[in-house]
């Protein structure tokens, strides 16, 4: 009955309880270009939603433990659907299933196409202030690291310059001594 409730309406909003471990499905039949969208709300994220192409038997979308669970689908030829939501809990859970397919469905999903777009639009934003702050960062450093260098080179050079006054001032100490020393000698 639920089957043909669905195939008639363009919106269903059922509220259902379903029993611990048991699994409830809905079908429905779609036109070429037809777009479905919906969500799955439980009392707690113990279940599961799966949605199945029956038409070529292929698994559409698999999603579990999320306390609402969000499916939009473009279907680009006639087919038959499937979606099945599993209690995996090991109570009883009140389910709210909401489900909209159509001309409704399309206008809903291009409105999401606009915030998506809008949020898409602020991402590159910022992905380029950070770029650019990447940027500043890498000549920041490369600029840190030139002031290194030239302050290592001119550390390295004072050093040199010290070590030979050091070895100077050694060797004329060292020739004063010994003539110091000669001297003393002779006397």
């Known amino acids: 009955m639920l089957f043909f409730l669905i195939c008639l309406a363009n919106a269903v909003d059922?509220?259902?309880k379903l029993p611990a471990r048991q699994i409830r499905c809905f079908g429905d039949r779609l036109q070429e270009k037809e777009m479905i969208q919906g969500f799955v709300e439980g009392e707690s994220a113990d279940y599961s939603l799966k949605i199945t192409d029956t038409g070529v038997n292929k698994q559409l979308l698999y999603t579990y433990h999320e306390l609402t669970q969000k499916f939009t689908q473009l279907f680009n030829e006639t087919t038959q659907i499937q979606i099945c939501?599993?209690?995996l809990?090991?109570?009883q859970m009140n389910i709210q299933?909401?489900?909209?397919?159509?001309?409704?469905a399309e206008v809903a999903s291009i409105e999401d196409l606009k915030e998506v777009e809008k949020q898409v639009k602020q991402y590159n934003n910022t992905l380029q202030h950070l770029k650019s702050a990447q940027l500043d960062l890498v000549q920041l450093q490369t600029n840190r690291n030139e002031k290194m260098n030239v302050i290592s080179s001119k550390i390295i050079f004072f050093s040199i310059i010290t070590i030979l006054l050091m070895i100077i001032v050694t060797v004329i100490f060292t020739i004063k001594a010994a003539k110091v020393m000669k001297l003393k000698k002779s006397y």
């Open 85 to 87: 939501i599993h209690n």
């Open 14 to 16: 059922l509220r259902f």
């Open 89 to 91: 809990a090991h109570y």
């Open 97 to 104: 299933f909401f489900y909209e397919q159509g001309i409704q």
